[in-house]
């Protein structure tokens, strides 16, 4: 069994930055792909990025590339999404979620978050 809680979310203005943070307890950690999800009211939740256990690897949407980065502290048994440029079609709520093979953009994760809502207004 896995426990991830969100903090970090909140209202900025559009050309903002927020940084998400996922806390993580329970089963193993470190060996464990983290992602991270988002979903607007009235669309369905969409993979946003994601990361392998060693770290090494990251994966994006095409709509966050270049101004979101995913990151993992495996000591505080952490992820983070740092989100810069922000635009107010970012507004959704966000989820963590994890799972013991690699990183997919479906999905089919073991473990979720409760979900931290971010708001961007313009």
């Known amino acids: 069994q896995v426990q991830l809680v969100e903090s970090g979310g909140g209202l900025v203005q559009a050309g903002g930055s927020l940084r998400l943070s996922c806390a993580a307890s329970g089963r193993t950690f470190n060996s464990h792909a983290m992602g991270w999800f988002r979903q607007a009211p009235g669309k369905e939740r969409e993979f946003v990025a994601g990361?392998?256990?060693?770290?090494?690897?990251?994966y994006y949407a095409d709509s966050v590339k270049g101004r979101f980065t995913i990151s993992r502290d495996n000591a505080k048994n952490t992820v983070y999404l740092q989100m810069s440029s922000l635009k107010p079609e970012d507004t959704a709520v966000y989820y963590c979620a994890t799972r013991i093979l690699g990183v997919v953009v479906t999905d089919d994760y073991d473990y979720w978050g409760q979900g931290t809502q971010v708001t961007v207004s313009s």
């Open positions: 990361i392998r256990w060693s770290g090494t690897s990251t």
